[in-house]
């Protein structure tokens, strides 16, 4: 168990008063010293970093976590091919029939973003993933044409 992965606290949660007033424990000495003396000591397990927001919910840290603690290169995620191919085939479509470099523009990115996106080389970006998933009427995550609810 790492030692960031818990937290060790020390007397009462008593609030004011005569009380002991609840210390936070970084190191065995302190914690052996604490223990020695006879004092209340609890130990908590840490679940949520101090930064949480979308991007933790979405798996995103578990997996920079995961590199952080390999010892091997891991290689980033790539675009699924699936979702490649919908993307060229979609721009390619009638009613679309976009270039690269137009759907680029209307995405505001490169055109070489696009062409990585359509290869399916590119490291996933999602942000871009999903503006051109607007702009082409499909599903980010499946490829799959979106139905017009009107």
Known sequence: MDDWDTVTKIGSKTKGGA?????VVRGKAALNAAQR???IVATEKKFAAGNTSDKAASGEGQRLTKVDRSDD???PQKLDTKIAEAIKNRRAQEGF?????????KVNAQANDIKLLESGTAIKNQALLNKVARV????????EPLVDKH
């Open 19 to 23: 009380g002991q007033r609840e210390t």
């Open 37 to 39: 003396s006879g004092q």
């Open 73 to 75: 290169i891991i290689a």
């Open 97 to 105: 029939k976009l270039t690269q470099a137009q759907l680029a523009q």
């Open 136 to 143: 082409l009427k499909i599903s980010p995550k499946t490829g």
